[in-house]
């Protein structure tokens, strides 16, 4: 079977994929701060390691889903994302099913994919470069 007409929706699958990511990724923020949509499993007031991990997951989080600065802002949750997966799933167990790590690992991942391939349709940056474009076109 031959797929290569999906070819055609990369760019839209790419902002989708980005665009659901980043609402996930935002979700893990609002538990920590706002106890939004469940409160933080923690008691008491947040160490300052899960106060930096919040703040990245909020920031680069909104900057991914409106297509800002994405390469960046998705490189960064990543390094987020690996260094939470070793620091507190990894050390529990070698494997991901075994230590609860699979989300960190996936988000990883796809946090480093959208940093080389950047934000796709729908983006900030997308309607700058098209703006710039026609500004060209008009000189």
Excluded at 33 to 57: D, Q, R, V
Excluded at 81 to 105: D, K
């Amino acid at each position: 079977m031959d797929f290569a007409w999906l070819s055609r929706w990369q760019p839209q699958l790419l902002a989708l994929l980005r665009i659901v990511t980043a609402l996930l990724f935002i979700e893990h923020a609002t538990v920590k701060f706002f106890a939004f949509p469940t409160a933080f499993p923690m008691p008491g007031p947040l160490p300052p390691l899960l106060l930096a991990a919040g703040a990245i997951e909020l920031i680069a989080g909104g900057l991914v889903l409106i297509g800002l600065w994405t390469r960046l802002a998705a490189f960064i949750a990543a390094g987020e994302m690996a260094v939470a997966y070793w620091m507190m799933h990894g050390a529990n167990n070698f494997w991901p099913i075994a230590n609860g790590g699979e989300g960190a690992i996936l988000f990883c991942f796809i946090f480093l994919y959208i940093a080389a391939a950047g934000p796709g349709a729908w983006s900030v940056e997308g309607t700058r470069m098209q703006s710039r474009m026609g500004e060209v076109e008009r000189t």
